[in-house]
Each structure stands twice: as structure tokens, then as C-alpha cells.
């Protein structure tokens, strides 16, 4: 089992690589910050100075591996716009994705987990058709046209949420339920899915035999089997949902890391983007590593792996 | 190639599966069946108009998508207050919203189709590679998935799309980034399952090159599930390509896509409403069809897909009851 632990958080540093590797490399390519941030006026001289300054003067990999060493001390460089450390300016909007995110993770577990076990019970009634209706609508819907039409809607018309930014619960009621739909259809699919095939299980027959009520075999014994599948899917679309936060930032004007990486793209701030995408990146592969870690200790034939 | 036994093993119950495809598959069981054979008819029904709607889009749209008419600039629905010359109302330029989602069509389809079909051509080949060779080329073709699947696609998408410009090239390479390691790690599993068939080691034994038994006889049983994955691609795709366009990364204007049509619409939320809400209809209607025939075809193909294409969840699974 340490083994198989080592292996994955080697995986996770590998990974880690690969996305500051991307990363830099596209931010390379694409231009000069000499000349996207100083004025056209500045002489070549200037332009010089200014890529000393900020290192940009020497060989990519020089660059890189520079970059990747000041990471490792946790130094992400200075943001050319904001004029103070881009770690800082980045981690400064983290509080809201990271609150945006649970939010909708938690709504969407709430909601789908509890609906699909009663309607894998009932398989077939109209409840249970109904909510296949809706995750297949569910899935179907983009985040940010959702994000949209409930500003339309419940802000614009009805005026009971505020159609932007961050402050209290009711600020947070609409993006959070904009980014849960699509997680909460298809953990209500899944969920489903798996409950019936493990309620068709023979230790179920044998606890039905035993004269357990429906209910208690449903939490004791199906849903507890039924709960690896879910988290690993859970842990799959993680990455989805980091995706639907930027999405559902931009549509709130929600101050979290998405909207300052799209902001920081457009002023070309280099050092803040490469913060903000390592900064998710992050979140994501450590998510999914504790997901893995989690599974190892839930199914109890993987530890002897 | 122990090594990768190993860790083939692990990937498989840990979830390294393509994720959206692998869920796809998964799911079909859970919905009432003869419902959604009627449904399923009707997602191809739907798909189908998408596409003449694209194709026909010089023929069906009453007006230009491109031609403007400040006059008539911003002008609501017919039923809510507008008339019949713009029956879906009219955007900022007094375009006829009604012309430049059938117009829309044609951008949003043509750019998910395309980058499906170049994606299940790269990934079905490598899939194919990867499970058939082992051994090192296996290890090098699944560490690009794996490097790919470590990033979280659609921060990549648009750090990539607004980096290296909205060409339409630039699109259609991050929209092929998306599919073609879905189709890989399918095709790779599937290779795996069927190297040990009887029919391949027949095969083998008879003396057939590793390519023609590849081809002639492991390809043809893979194209099913490829099938399969691509309807669910393409919504994925649609989705996609419209998210970029939303956030002004896609399609540039004037060419209409539903994504940059949504883009626009949105800094006129509060006062034209069918701004957002037509172009929105427009993607979820495709999606839906795109969703509905992927589970229809999966269902056409099932049994044995289906308990190829779901990974194994451990010791004890038991093979499905059901056969229609």
C-alpha cells in the first residue's frame, strides 16, 4: 500500500511538471511583454532593461528552469500589472473559487445522492422518471447559458438574488446552483446506476432474507457499495468543474481565480496566469490524488495492491 | 510489460478511463428502456435537422447573417412585440438573430463534427498502437493521455485559445485535444480485452502479421464503441466550442457561432432577453440530440459493449442478467 501511495504522488508531481511545462511554454509563444506592456514610445533600451529586469532576456529553458526553481520556494515572480507577487495576487482570489466550488460540490452530493438512491427503490415510478428527465436535460445545458438565464430571470425580473459579484448567501444561491446542475445530474445518473445494480446483489437478498426493512439494506448495505463508483466519478469530473467555475465566474462577475486568469490573459500578465493555472492545477491534481487515497482506504481489496 | 500490467490494472479501477465517455457508457442501463427507444429516434430526428439546417443554411435563412439594419436594430420577437420580418428579433446591428443561428449552425456543427472525426482518427489509430504494441510505445502514448488528463482541459483551452490567437485552426486543435484522448484510452482497453480472445490467437497461430490481425479483425470490433463515444463527443464538442465562444476565444465576428452569439447577447441581458435565449435553445437542442442517439446506438449495440466499455469494479462483478 506505500507503495502504491508513492507511485501516486510521484504521478501528481509529474503532473505538476506537465502543467507549469504547458503552461509556460503557450505563455512563451505567444509574445513579447516588452512590447504589450511598455508604451510604444519606449526606446529598444528601455525594452532591454525591462526584459533584464524581469529575466526575459535569457534561453526559454533557462527561463523555465529559473521559474521552476523560485516555484519550488514558493516564489511565483512579480505581476507585471499589479506590481506586487502574483502567488499573492492569485491565492488573494482562491477563498472564492474555492468557495464557488464546495458550494455547488456539496449542493450537487446533497441533492443528486439522496434522489437517485429513492429513485433506484422505486425504479420505474414517476419520480424515478422524472429524474431521469432531468439529469438528461441536466447534462445538457451549458453552465454559463444556466448562469445567464437565472440572472434573467430570478435578478433581472424577480429581482430576488443579486445578478453579480461576491458578498453573502444570496450572492452565492445562483452561481452555486448554475455550476451544481450539471455535476447533480450526473452524480444522480451514476448513483442510480450503481444503486440498482447493487441492489440486485445477493448480499442483498440475504439482509432482504435476514428481514432487513428496504431502507436499511438501501443505506447499510447498497449504498455503501455503491459509494466507490460515485466518488470515483466525482473525482474524474473535478477537473470538469474547476472548468464550469470559470465558466460560472465570468457569467457572476464572481472574483475568483477563473475571472483573474482570463483578466490577467488579456493584460498579458504572464507570471499572474502562470500563478492562477498552477494555483487550480493544483487543487485539481491534489483533489484527485486525495480521491485515490480515499479509494485505497475504502476498498478494502485494493490495499493489498 | 509487468510493469504496465500493473498499472493498467490500477488505472482502470481508479478511474483513469476516459471520463465523460467511460460515464456515458456506464449510463445507459439506468434509463427505462422503451422510453428511450422512443427518445433515441427522436435525438437522430434531431441531429438530422441540425445538420440540413447547416448544410441548407444559404436556403433557409431569411436574411444574411451578417446583413445590418440599425433601424431596425434590437428589435424584439414576434410574439413579444416584433414582427415577421425577424421572428426571433433582431441583435445590437439590427441582424436577423433568427439568420445567424442557422448561419450559427453551420460554424458550431462543421468545427464539432470536423475536430470529432480528426480526433477518433488520431485516437482509434494510437488506442489501437498502444493496446496491440505494449511496451514502450504503450508507455509513451499513455503518458501523453496521462499529461493531457493531469491538466484541467478548459483552463488549457482558453490559456491556449487566447495565448496563440482565435484562428479558427487554433480551435479545431484544442477542440481535437479534447476528444482524441477519449478514443485512445477506449480503444486501448478494448485492444487489451480482445488480445486474449480466441480469435486472435487463432489468428496469431495461423501466422497473420500483428498489423492485419489489428486490422482486419481487432479494428472492426472496436469501430462499435468509436461509434458510440463520438455521438457523446460531439455534444461535448458543441459545448466546448461554445464555452470559447462565450468567453470571445471561438469563432470571431462577424462569422455567427452560438457561442459568440451568447458572448454578444450577454452585455444586453437586462434588455433583450432572446439575445441569449435563442442561440442557448439552439446548443441544447443539438446536445440533447447529440446525447439522445449516443444512447440509442449504445443500446443498439449492447450487450456486448456494454460490458467491454465498462471498466470492471473488482473481484465480484457479476455479468449483466439482462440481454434485449
Do not use: C
Not at chain 1, 164 to 173: E, K, M, P, T, Y
Request: proline share 5%; no cysteine; charged share 15%.
Amino acid at each position: 500500500m506505500a507503495r502504491e501511495i508513492l507511485r501516486r504522488v510521484l504521478r501528481a508531481v509529474a503532473a505538476l511538471l506537465v502543467v507549469t511545462a504547458v503552461v509556460f511554454t503557450l505563455l512563451h509563444v505567444s509574445g513579447d511583454p516588452a512590447y504589450i506592456l511598455l508604451t510604444p514610445e519606449a526606446s529598444p533600451e528601455d525594452r532591454a532593461a525591462f526584459r533584464a529586469e524581469y529575466g526575459l532576456d535569457r534561453p526559454v529553458w533557462v527561463q523555465y528552469g529559473r521559474y521552476l526553481g523560485r516555484l519550488a520556494q514558493g516564489d511565483f515572480g512579480q505581476s507585471l500589472s499589479f506590481r506586487m507577487p502574483a502567488a499573492a495576487v492569485a491565492l488573494e482570489r482562491l477563498p472564492a473559487t474555492l468557495e464557488l466550488t464546495l458550494a455547488a460540490m456539496v449542493l450537487a452530493v446533497l441533492v443528486s445522492v439522496p434522489a437517485a438512491v429513492l429513485a433506484a427503490m422505486r425504479r420505474g415510478t414517476l419520480f424515478d422518471r422524472v429524474l431521469m428527465g432531468f439529469t438528461l436535460i441536466g447534462q445538457t445545458v451549458p453552465t454559463f447559458w444556466l448562469g445567464m438565464v437565472m440572472i434573467l430571470v430570478l435578478a433581472v425580473r424577480f429581482h430576488l438574488f443579486p445578478a453579480s459579484g461576491r458578498g453573502g448567501v444570496l450572492h452565492l444561491v445562483m452561481p452555486a446552483t448554475a455550476l451544481a446542475l450539471w455535476l447533480t445530474a450526473l452524480l444522480a445518473r451514476v448513483t442510480r446506476s450503481e444503486m440498482i445494480e447493487a441492489l440486485e446483489q445477493d448480499y442483498v437478498r440475504t439482509a432482504r432474507a435476514k428481514g432487513l426493512t428496504e431502507r436499511g439494506i438501501a443505506a447499510r448495505h447498497a449504498l455503501k457499495n455503491a459509494l466507490l463508483p460515485i466518488i470515483t466519478v466525482m473525482g474524474l469530473q473535478f477537473g470538469g468543474l474547476l472548468g464550469g467555475a470559470v465558466m460560472t465566474e465570468t457569467v457572476f462577475a464572481w472574483p475568483g481565480v477563473g475571472t483573474l486568469i482570463l483578466d490577467a490573459i488579456l493584460k498579458k500578465d504572464f507570471p499572474v496566469v502562470l500563478a492562477g493555472v498552477i494555483i487550480v492545477a493544483m487543487g485539481f491534481i491534489v483533489v484527485n490524488l486525495l480521491l485515490d487515497l480515499l479509494y485505497t482506504v475504502l476498498d478494502p481489496r485494493l490495499r493489498r495492491a | 510489460m509487468a510493469v504496465r500490467e500493473g498499472g493498467e490494472q490500477a488505472g482502470v479501477l481508479m478511474g483513469a478511463a476516459p471520463a465523460p465517455a467511460a460515464e456515458a457508457l456506464t449510463a445507459p442501463r439506468t434509463a427505462p428502456r422503451g422510453r428511450l427507444a422512443g427518445l433515441a429516434g427522436s435525438g437522430l430526428v434531431i441531429l438530422l435537422i441540425a445538420l440540413a439546417v447547416a448544410a441548407l443554411a444559404d436556403v433557409i435563412a431569411p436574411r444574411g447573417y451578417d446583413d445590418q439594419d440599425l433601424a431596425f436594430a434590437l428589435q424584439p420577437p414576434v410574439w413579444a412585440g416584433g414582427t415577421w420580418s425577424n421572428p426571433l428579433g433582431t441583435d445590437p446591428l439590427g441582424r436577423d438573430v433568427l439568420s445567424r443561428i442557422v448561419y450559427g449552425a453551420r460554424t458550431s456543427l462543421l468545427l464539432a463534427l470536423g475536430s470529432v472525426l480528426i480526433a477518433a482518427a488520431i485516437g482509434v489509430t494510437l488506442g489501437l498502437v498502444s493496446g496491440w504494441a505494449g511496451g514502450r510505445v504503450d508507455a509513451a502514448i499513455m503518458s501523453a493521455v496521462e499529461a493531457q488528463l493531469s491538466l484541467p482541459y478548459l483552463l488549457f483551452a482558453i490559456a491556449f485559445m487566447a495565448l496563440l490567437g482565435s484562428s479558427f485552426t487554433n480551435l479545431v486543435i484544442v477542440l481535437v485535444l479534447r476528444s482524441w484522448v477519449v478514443y485512445a484510452q477506449l480503444v486501448r482497453v478494448s485492444v487489451l480485452s480482445m488480445k486474449t480472445r480466441e480469435f486472435v490467437t487463432v489468428a496469431v497461430a495461423l501466422g497473420a502479421r500483428g498489423s492485419r490481425i489489428l486490422f482486419r479483425h481487432v479494428a472492426p470490433n472496436v469501430i462499435a464503441s468509436a461509434l458510440v463515444v463520438s455521438s457523446f463527443q460531439l455534444a461535448e464538442l458543441i459545448i466546448v466550442e461554445s464555452s470559447l465562444g462565450f468567453l470571445g476565444l471561438g469563432v470571431q465576428p462577424p462569422t455567427p457561432s452560438w457561442g459568440s452569439m451568447l458572448s454578444q447577447g450577454r452585455e444586453y441581458l437586462g434588455s433583450a432577453w432572446w439575445l441569449v435565449t435563442f442561440p442557448g435553445l439552439a446548443i441544447i437542442l443539438t446536445v440533447l440530440g447529440a446525447n439522445l442517439f449516443g444512447d440509442a446506438l449504445r443500446d443498439a449495440l449492447d450487450p456486448r459493449l456494454r460490458t467491454r466499455a465498462r471498466p470492471p469494479r473488482g473481484l465480484f462483478r457479476r455479468t449483466p442478467k439482462e440481454t434485449p
